[in-house]
Every structure is written in C-alpha cells, then in structure tokens.
C-alpha cells in the first residue's frame, strides 16, 4: 500500500513569506503528526491531529498552525517566515493507539 | 530540557564488529521505546521497540536493552554492515506521545 506523501518535496521561501505543507496519510491512518528536524536538534514535535482535531501540540510559536481535513490528509502552515524555521518538516502518520509512527520523505524548507 | 538525549552525534565502527548506540532519558513515565533509522532524502524508518516491562528485545542482527534504574537504553548491531549507515533516532513513549533524541549517525567501514 502506498506510503505517506508529503509535497512538496523541496521549497524555497524568503523571510516574512508562508508557507503550507501538505501530508497524504497511509490509508487507514487517522492519527497524523508533524515533526520539525534541524541539524543537531533532532525531532522536534510540532503537532498532532486525530479526527480533524488537534490532540498534542509541542512548544513552537504561533506562527506554526496545522489542520485535518475528512479524508485525514494534513496540512501545516508557517506565517512571517524566519531564516530559522529553514527546516526538513516531517509528517508521521499511525493508527490510533499505536505505538510505531510511519513518516513521509519530509518537505525541505529552506527560508532565505 | 531534554528529556531523551542520545549523547554521541556519530559513532563509526569497521564492518563485521558491533555497533552499540546509546540513548538516556530523563522521565521515568516513558512506557515503550523505539529505534528508528533514517537515510539521507528519506524519512524515518522503524527499526526495533521495547517495552518498559522488558529489558531485552532482539530482532535478528538488532538488540535493544533497556536499564530502567539507569534510564538507559542502547542498540546493537552484530555484524554492522555498511548498509548499516545511517542516522539513528531512539524515541520514548508517554501515552503514545513520542519524543526524539537528537539521533547518531553510524558509519559503518567496508
């Protein structure tokens, strides 16, 4: 079965632009979540949506927003863009309850 | 503060020996463990878990151990191939809430 999908793969912004990120689930996977990798700072948790509703959100500014919409595909949205969030954003879709998270190639974010 | 910390940002070791990666954390509420690798342009991928209740789980070439009273956990490769090279990324559990250290690159040498 197809895997997750993120598009686009490759972006490039310039500061104070948005930007939105798109994330096609497994089929069958409601739960999606939003990781954020940088050089030396590993994953770092963005959000979590279930049924099209945000169920965990980790420590970034509001600049950062997400939706779910019916068919569990997410989007991630990042307004007034900063040389910093030049980031590989990663989207993880699971099962509910489950414990092994299946991640897209990722989106990378390069802000200029 | 971090609470899952993998203090080595790379290990190499020589094909045919082990490879051992270390992952520590802080939060004693961690029910479930896991490894994921990760290869340049792709995403994580699951490698092996473990349970909280448990301190060894083995699955082929990989081991994971769990120390609970150190809050330690480790990974072994035996043999390390080098298709092996990759970023591993150890994460802990809370009520299905995963959080990620900042992950080891292992290279392994033909």
């Known amino acids: 079965k197809a895997g997750v999908t993120q598009t686009p793969r490759y972006l490039i912004k310039t500061r104070g632009q948005q930007v939105t990120l798109s994330c096609s689930p497994i089929?069958?996977?409601?739960?999606v979540s939003w990781y954020q990798q940088t050089p030396g700072q590993g994953l770092q948790f963005l959000f979590e949506?279930?049924?099209?509703?945000?169920?965990n959100k980790g420590n970034f500014p509001g600049r950062f927003s997400g939706r779910q919409f019916s068919n569990s595909r997410s989007e991630m949205n990042v307004s007034t863009l900063e040389l910093g969030d030049s980031a590989l954003y990663l989207c993880?879709?699971?099962?509910?309850?489950?414990?092994?998270?299946?991640f897209g190639a990722g989106s990378r974010l390069t802000v200029l | 503060d971090q609470q899952v910390k993998q203090n080595s940002p790379s290990l190499s070791v020589q094909e045919g020996r082990i490879s051992i990666l270390n992952c520590d954390y802080t939060n004693s509420m961690f029910d479930y463990f896991l490894w994921y690798k990760k290869y340049p342009a792709e995403g994580p991928t699951f490698l092996i878990s473990i349970s909280s209740i448990k301190d060894k789980n083995e699955d082929g070439r990989f081991t994971v151990f769990l120390n609970k009273s150190a809050k330690h956990l480790s990974l072994h490769i035996v043999p390390s191939q080098p298709g092996d090279s990759a970023v591993y990324f150890c994460a802990a559990l809370i009520e299905g809430k995963s959080t990620f250290g900042d992950g080891t690159t292992l290279t392994v040498k033909p």
């Open positions: 993880a879709s699971s099962v509910s309850g489950a414990n092994v998270l299946t």
């Open positions: 089929s069958g996977h409601r739960s």
């Open positions: 949506y279930f049924s099209e509703t945000q169920r």
